[in-house]
């Protein structure tokens, strides 16, 4: 079984437990300064489901039905600390009727009672401050005639909450954790009546995190576009509570918040969503946009270039290309071996794809969701472009050996753009580089590409003879085109192209240069809003590789013709 960051050990039970019995001796002071606004809105589809007793969180199912979601069997304990954070109260008050308001105070009167002296797994710090946050947040929505007992009791355990996070903030929390305990901190202290002291004294803490943590660029080091969102809505988060309170915000947070904003909007297709690499799915266009309109950040051209990704775009045609080396090291556990995997958009409809993050599926598809062929680039026999370590859990591996050169020359032409990107993820494997050319005309209707396999010296000639010697005289390449769902893919023209129809009914042709072999191979395409993995498709350019240069060109193009029609 896996071991979960969020189980906690009967000692610091214990402890919490002790914390809190302090925090009620000292009889802290009960009460919110004011009632502030909702800045975010949840989904009503997703609300309504909850209503009625239906709880689906990263891929994994609950029915309640008219229950206590408190006294279930939880699918993992990823899930229940999904519930012990409560950010599906955005959802629950996206509904906001009078059923959903009573659901929502019920569940949350419920933990209270069950949890509320240090019970449970959602005393981890990073959950605390999460929960606080959304406690604050949606603090009109709960009190709604509730009784004058219960919203004393919400009060007090609001109070509780706060000191215990004030002494305990540091435990168990690294990285994004961290950040998340510290910015509930600050919100509850600025927020709650006599709390203003620890708002102070965490804001000064979380200053420091966050120039520790998040570059003078406005980036994280994991490359997570999803985790960059989740950190850029703690921060407006803090943004607006201190507007609230009337206390000037620090420079160094605000200056984040203004690199991140253009960070995130140059890293989102056409509908809205995100790019899929290093853990993070395509997250909420809903909260994208909220947190975008809150930080007061006015829009921008999109970055060509942006925590390693190569962005360019051409009419409607959006696509975006892991640029530079994965993170590495002992707190990559979620990055992915992508180098040169690229994603593209045209309108609001997604075609091709990363396989995105596994980690809500289990241990297998999560390693499987990072590796190479996961993600639409080439790749030398299945081999990883980035080496995962040997740990004892498969799913613990991190990468520890990633690609040292990358070398990216984009130019623009009056007839469109150029992008050339190498890197020598294989030359220490397979004594081999891959170039990958893309050109994108001006006006968005197709991508040509080439992708290209040779050895720089006579040192990697030899590497390459002796794999070549291990798998029985060849090598062989694949070149992956992971392709949405939503998108029907079939061979025309005898099987030397592949039409793409939408469901709009614009139709796309990919054909390629009579090097390779083409095919359509079954992929996934991870989604945590559902409970499995969507099935899909993959088109594959499969050969063998030469002795000095393979070479493989393919072109990607938008018709108006019927597919046998486009092909001839």
């Known amino acids: ?71 279930q069997s939880m699918p993992s304990d990823l899930f229940e600390a999904k519930l012990h ?77 706060t000191v215990f996070l004030s002494r305990r903030w540091q435990q168990f929390s690294t990285g994004v954790a961290r950040l998340e305990a510290l910015c509930g901190l600050v919100c509850a202290g600025y927020s709650l009546v006599g709390m203003d002291h620890l708002g102070a004294t965490s804001l000064k803490i979380l200053e420091a995190e966050c120039v520790a943590q998040i570059t003078s660029d406005g980036t994280l080091l994991s490359r997570n576009p999803e985790e960059l969102l989740k950190v850029f809505g703690l921060l407006i988060q803090i943004k607006i509570t201190l507007n609230l309170a009337g206390v000037q915000i620090p420079e160094p947070l605000l200056n984040r918040i203004s690199k991140m904003a253009p960070v995130l909007r140059s890293l989102r297709h056409g509908d809205g969503t995100l790019a899929r690499f290093h853990g993070g799915s395509s997250g909420s266009e809903y909260f994208l946009d909220q947190t975008l309109a809150a930080s007061e950040v006015r829009p921008s051209i999109p970055q060509e270039n942006a925590m390693g990704f190569s962005r360019f775009t051409s009419g409607s045609t959006t696509v975006i290309i892991d640029a530079a080396a994965p993170n590495s090291g002992p707190d990559s556990f979620n990055a992915h071996a992508s180098t040169c995997g690229l994603e593209l958009s045209t309108g609001r409809t997604p075609l091709i794809v990363s396989c995105g993050s596994g980690s809500s599926f289990g241990d297998n598809f999560h390693l499987a969701g990072r590796c190479t062929a996961s993600h639409s680039t080439m790749t030398i026999e299945g081999v990883n ?22 070398k990216v ?160």
């Open 409 to 568: 020359q984009k130019t623009r032409a009056i007839d469109g753009a150029r992008l050339r990107i190498n890197h020598n993820g294989y030359q220490g494997s397979h004594g081999l580089m891959h170039v990958r050319t893309l050109d994108l005309p001006v006006d968005g209707s197709g991508l040509i590409g080439e992708d290209e396999l040779y050895p720089p010296n006579k040192k990697d000639v030899k590497q390459f003879d002796k794999m070549r010697g291990q798998c029985s005289g060849e090598l062989k390449y694949a070149v992956q085109f992971h392709i949405h769902p939503d998108v029907h893919t079939s061979l025309v023209a005898g099987g030397s192209a592949v039409s793409l129809t939408f469901r709009n009914g614009d139709l796309w042709v990919l054909r390629h240069d009579g090097s390779s072999i083409l095919s359509i191979e079954e992929s996934v395409y991870f989604d945590d809003k559902l409970l499995y993995p969507r099935t899909t498709s993959q088109i594959v350019l499969s050969g063998k590789i030469k002795e000095f240069t393979t070479r493989v060109g393919w072109s990607l193009v938008k018709t108006v013709e019927k597919p046998q029609e486009a092909i001839q």
């Open 85 to 161: 954070g409560f950010g599906w109260l955005d959802d629950i008050a996206a509904v906001g009727d009078s059923e959903a308001r009573n659901r929502a105070q019920t569940w949350l009167l419920e933990w209270v009672s069950k949890f509320g002296m240090g019970k449970g797994l959602g005393w981890n710090p990073d959950l605390t401050g999460r929960r606080l946050t959304c406690w604050i947040n949606h603090s009109i929505f709960i009190k709604n005639a509730l009784p004058k007992n219960s919203v004393d009791l919400f009060h007090h355990s609001l109070a509780l909450q």
């Open 385 to 406: 472009s980035s080496w995962f370590s040997k740990g004892a859990q498969r799913h613990l591996s991190y990468l520890q050996d990633v690609p040292k050169i990358i």
């Open 1 to 71: 079984m896996r071991d979960s960051p969020y189980r906690l050990s009967r000692l610091t039970q214990t402890k919490n437990c002790w914390h809190l019995r302090r925090a009620a001796w000292s009889r802290a002071p009960n009460g919110l300064l004011s009632a502030p606004e909702p800045w975010t809105i949840g989904n009503y589809d997703r609300g309504k489901q909850l209503v009625e007793g239906n709880f689906l969180i990263k891929g994994q199912v609950m029915e309640v039905g008219d229950g206590s979601i408190w006294n």
